[in-house]
């Protein structure tokens, strides 16, 4: 009966009864001396198979979603890592670890314009500092 249903239609499966019991049965034709390959399994066996599947399939998805999720987590520290290290470069002098004059002139610029009142800024140029600077620190 299945070699007569893939003569007509190709590659085929079909319900059959063997022995008082139901089985599922695939048949296709290959192009050796007119040979047929022919499987059947039992539909008990089958839906043990098919929930296994599921389940391995929906571990996998879980592992995979996991693995997603702490690689952001991941990427996300190590871009507040990298963001802090940036702003460290950009505030803090290396030589004395205080603040850079780029911070100096936000905290000023702060001050000033948070505040209704009046302030003055003093620049003293000092002559031959640099000596002073480098001998001293």
Same mark, same amino acid.
């Given at each position: 009966?299945?070699?007569?249903?893939?003569?007509?239609?190709?590659?085929?499966?079909?319900?059959?009864?063997?022995?008082?019991?139901?089985?599922?049965?695939?048949?296709?034709?290959?192009?050796?001396?007119?040979?047929?390959?022919?499987?059947?399994?039992?539909?008990?066996?089958?839906?043990?198979?098919?929930?296994?599947?599921?389940?391995?399939?929906?571990?996998?998805?879980? =592992?995979?979603?996991?693995?997603?999720?702490?690689? =952001?987590?991941? =990427?996300?520290?190590?871009?507040?890592?990298?963001?802090?290290?940036?702003?460290?470069?950009?505030?803090?002098?290396?030589?004395?670890?205080?603040?850079?004059?780029?911070?100096?002139?936000?905290?000023?610029?702060?001050?000033?314009?948070?505040?209704?009142?009046?302030?003055?800024?003093?620049?003293?140029?000092?002559?031959?500092?640099?000596?002073?600077?480098? =001998?001293?620190?």
């Amino acid at each position: 009966r299945i070699k007569d249903a893939i003569e007509e239609n190709g590659p085929e499966c079909i319900k059959v009864k063997f022995q008082n019991e139901d089985y599922i049965m695939y048949g296709e034709r290959i192009n050796i001396n007119n040979w047929y390959i022919i499987s059947s399994i039992s539909p008990d066996e089958m839906s043990e198979n098919k929930n296994s599947a599921l389940l391995g399939s929906n571990l996998f998805i879980g =592992i995979l979603l996991i693995v997603y999720l702490l690689t =952001i987590i991941l =990427i996300i520290f190590i871009q507040e890592k990298n963001k802090k290290n940036i702003e460290r470069l950009a505030y803090v002098d290396e030589i004395t670890g205080g603040d850079s004059f780029t911070k100096f002139k936000m905290n000023v610029e702060k001050l000033v314009m948070g505040s209704n009142d009046d302030y003055a800024m003093v620049d003293i140029d000092v002559d031959r500092f640099k000596f002073i600077n480098d =001998i001293f620190g």
